[in-house]
Nanobody, 124 residues
Framework: QLQLVESGGGLVQPGGSLRLSCEAS????????IAWFRQAPGKEREGVSC????????NYADSVKGRFTISREIAKSTVDLEMNSLKSEDTAVYYC?????????????????WGQGTLVTVSS
């Protein structure tokens, strides 16, 4: 069973940056598309970004385009989410998910594996 572990969350001021990482325990992520989702208090979970298994295709929610960058290092079996120009509305628990999905409509696809999440708080 693939187990995902997110890291890199924390408290950051508005305008700051954070880098989240998603790693697989015991299994490689190389065969899976990876997506990041987030859920803010009192809100529904929303898709943030997705990267294909090869890294050749990515997708972003409109709310993070131009500010967030998703990338993957096949050798290290990690997927990172670089978050810049953070806003208070980016505050949420961020989850990574793995599955055999296209990134074109990743927000509505079912994902097979989920991490436990990492909290990102953007506040002054």
């Amino acid at each position: 069973q693939l187990q995902l572990v997110e890291s890199g969350g924390g408290l950051v001021q508005p305008g700051g940056s954070l880098r989240l990482s998603c790693e697989a325990s015991a299994f490689t992520l190389a065969y899976y598309a990876i997506a990041w989702f987030r859920q803010a208090p009192g809100k529904e979970r929303e898709g943030v970004s997705c990267i294909s298994s090869t890294g050749g295709s990515t997708n972003y929610a409109d709310s993070v385009k131009g500010r967030f960058t998703i990338s993957r290092e096949i050798a290290k079996s990690t997927v990172d989410l670089e978050m810049n120009s953070l806003k208070s509305e980016d505050t949420a628990v961020y989850y990574c998910a793995a599955g055999d999905n296209p990134c074109s409509d990743f927000e509505v696809r079912p994902w097979d594996y989920w991490g436990q999440g990492t909290l990102v708080t953007v506040s002054s």
